[in-house]
Nanobody, 124 residues
C-alpha cells in the first residue's frame, strides 16, 4: 500500500510559478513510477508528467514541455512538480499517482495509487 498526499496548489497569476509536492508513505517509494495528472472541469483527466521507477527518465505532455519539471527525492519519499510560466489553461486539480510499472504510463488506468488532488488556479 502507498498513500499519497499532494500539497502546494493555489491561486496564481499567469506567468507565475508553483511547486507541487506529493509525499508518499511506505519504504518502497523508489520502486514505483510516479506520475502527475490534472483534471479541469468538464474534461478528462490527463497525463502531465512522469518519472520512471528509481528515477532517471522523465516524460511530459507536449503542452507543458519546457515549463514543468518532475523530480523525485527518494530519501524524502516525495515527488515534485515544478511549474513555471503558468497559463490559465493549466488551471485544474492536480493529482499524483504511483504505478508498479517501470515506465510511467500516460493512461490513468495504469496507476494503482492516487492522491486526493490539489487545486491550481491560474488567472489571466
Amino acid at each position: 500500500q502507498v498513500q499519497l498526499v499532494e500539497s502546494g496548489g493555489g491561486l496564481v497569476q499567469a506567468g507565475d510559478s508553483l511547486r507541487l509536492s506529493c509525499a508518499a508513505s511506505g519504504r518502497t517509494f523508489s520502486r514505483y513510477a510516479m506520475g502527475w495528472f490534472r483534471q479541469a472541469p468538464g474534461k478528462e483527466r490527463e497525463f502531465v508528467a512522469g518519472d520512471r521507477r528509481y528515477g532517471g527518465n522523465t516524460y511530459y505532455t507536449d503542452s507543458v514541455k519546457g515549463r514543468f519539471t518532475i523530480a523525485r527525492d527518494n530519501a524524502k519519499n516525495t515527488v515534485y512538480l515544478q511549474m513555471n510560466n503558468l497559463k490559465p489553461e493549466d488551471t485544474a486539480v492536480y493529482y499524483c499517482a504511483a504505478s508498479s510499472e517501470i515506465v510511467p504510463g500516460r493512461r490513468s488506468s495504469e496507476y494503482t495509487y492516487w492522491g486526493q488532488g490539489t487545486q491550481v488556479t491560474v488567472s489571466s
